[in-house]
């Protein structure tokens, strides 16, 4: 078997007591193939008898034994027979590519006018379009940096965190009155004094507003 195991080192062994599959897969996108499903007929009846046998019969060293005829029944000259029966089978499914050896899918990862697999000889469409698409993306990195999305921005905090003196909601600079509460902020208190129930401009002294009467 010595001149299978290239093959079959990427496989999965699906194998039970009822009889044997194996699925392979290629080694470059792990599409798989699963092979037919071959009935365990030869001395599994023996075996499995036996390993009742020592299963029932009552001592810790005989249900270590019944493990070792099951693995029996499972493995063997049977698996082994049927393992590389499943390799010929399955090398119909793959391509084994020259340059690296590994064994891959046709219908996605082999060159067919190389004679390759697309790692040694990729596709000259695809590498084009994949090219491009890494070059665009590049491109719409780069000009996006060269955009100036910050120029608006007050790094320097020159403004200052304007905040409702009530509430302490964020106000933008400049604005008169809080919308959270009504209260007038800060700039608004120390340039001109309102009404803090119809917004009415009252003088500093004032109690009441002119407009609504209400008390300040």
Known sequence: MSNLIQFVANHDDLSTDKGFQFKFYCDKCRNGHMSRFH????????????AAGS???????????????????????AHDAALEKAVQEGKAYFKQCTRCGHWVC??????????????????????LSAQQRQAASEQIRN?????????????????GLVQCPNCQAKL?????????????????????????????????????????????
């Open 143 to 159: 000009k996006t940096r060269q955009q100036d999305y910050t120029q608006e921005l007050d790094f320097l905090n020159k403004g």
């Open 39 to 50: 009935p365990n007929s030869i001395g599994i009846a023996g075996e499995l008898m036996r």
């Open 55 to 77: 299963l029932f019969g009552g001592s810790f060293y005989d249900a270590g034994n019944a493990a070792y005829h099951v693995q029996r029944a499972i493995g063997g000259k």
């Open 172 to 216: 933008s600079p400049g604005q008169k009155f809080c919308a959270q509460c009504g209260t007038p902020s800060a700039i608004a208190q120390g340039k001109e004094k309102f009404c803090v129930s119809c917004g009415t401009t009252m003088k500093h002294d004032q109690r009441f507003c002119a407009e609504c009467g209400s008390k300040q």
């Open 106 to 127: 046709p219908d996605v990862c082999w060159n067919h006018s190389a004679g390759l697999c697309e790692t040694c000889a990729p596709d000259e469409q695809e590498e």
